[in-house]
């Protein structure tokens, strides 16, 4: 696809394994990061999504630091999903013993084993290390527990010390060699180099498990990978410690495209769970994070639109289709016409060629002072545009306000509303709130309204300063609509305001 023969350079540079697994650690390293924490239930519901992905092993927590860690693991074992379901564990005891109590028959135990951490965290010798480990990972396979060990630290640990370490933990039984990368140093050419070095020492199956500090840790997961581990521990939207994790919808979709490698995973399902758990997390998705952002496959400039509206693939990697997303053209300064007429016909709305040059300069001067231009929006410029004075489904009639120290401001307010007259009087925290009660109070049985934006300007100086007023209502299904008026009335200038925009707003309800 990139004008390159991916197979002769998968020959000659790379040594990518039989077989890729995804092992997914959201509930584990994802939840860790500061300001998540997720229910039981939380848990349960996004295991099945991973599971429906296809992801091979999900680690579904930390069995030692809570019941109910211990009560969920035991919870998504049950439902035997063909995952494997992996928890964490020191290499202690009563870690691996609160493993064994959750069900669970995997685990990924680790220990620290950079300078570091013993000398400042574990206050521990190498070989204290060493033998802990060994006596840990025998101790689960006695209990008949798979497991996978990480050397915690390991990009800081001194070569020839992993390797033995590592050496130790296969000799003990350890099924999968876990390379932690836990504060998230390394680079590209590093982590190749380092995997391609212990896949010379080790026969056991190498893992790694990238931190994102500085943005690397997916480009190093992919190094890795080429090097010949054939596990990469991932987070959803690269939740985790700190900068996260290596994200599951980034590394899954540059394995399927940019190798060509089939991981049985259902990527057509990625924007969803991204969605799901950005939701349950309350962690929201940047715009611009790769594949599940909402800018993954938005465009805007009139350029780019022109090529997508002609061959989507010009300014598309992959169809967004693909990872469950949809495409999007926005709206903005950078607008071009194929771009406006195509969101015209999105919403079937027929301008004149008048009408549409009006639309498009309001677009562009909206653009230009900073506003993003929405599809209401879009709507209401368009349908203000079409739309005639005949069309003023409420009219004001009349208005009188009394506010000053020691009484609630109130007002008055006469409307025509489909022909009918209709009277009120409302009070509020000052006059312009006691119109528009006034107002509300009295539409509310044609259509329902909430003052969404109110903006005032003085256009002169001095107190007979004339008043810009601009609002914006919405009718809370989905369409809003702008009105603006100057008087030099503050309450009046908001009551016209106001009204003119509940007029658009109708028209856009009837149309
Ligand atoms: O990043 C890390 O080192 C870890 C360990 C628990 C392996 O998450
Ligand atoms: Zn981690």
Redesign the pocket.
Known sequence: MFGMDIEKLKKEHMNLPDKIKIFD?TL??GE?APGIALTVDDKIQIAKKLDDLGVNTIEIGFPIVSEGEKETARTVKSLGLNAEICG?ARVLKKDLDALIDSDLSYV?T?I?TSPLHRDYKLKMSKEEILDKSVEAIEYAKDHGITVEF?A???TRTEKDYLIEVYKAAEDAGASTI?V????GVLTPVIAKSLIQDLKKELKTPISV?F?NDFGLATANSLMAIEAGASQA?VTVNGL??RGG?ASLEELVVSLAVAYDIDLDIDTTKLYNLSDFVSKLTGVKISPNKPIVGGNAFAHESGIHVHGILENTSTYEPINPEFVGHSRKIALGKHTGANGLKSKLDEFNIDLSEEQFCSVYDQIKSLGDKGKTITDADLKAIAVTEISTSEEEYIKLLGLAVMSGETVSPSATVKLLIDGEEKETSKTGVGPVDAALNAIKSLIQETTSIELEEYNIDAITGGTDALAEVFVVTSDGKGNKATGRATRDDVVMASVIAVLNSINKLLVIQNS
């Open positions: 650690t584990r390293d860790q964490l990924h680790f620290g990480s915690e630290d390991s876990n932690p990368d836990t504060v498990h931190h521990h985790g410690e994790n």
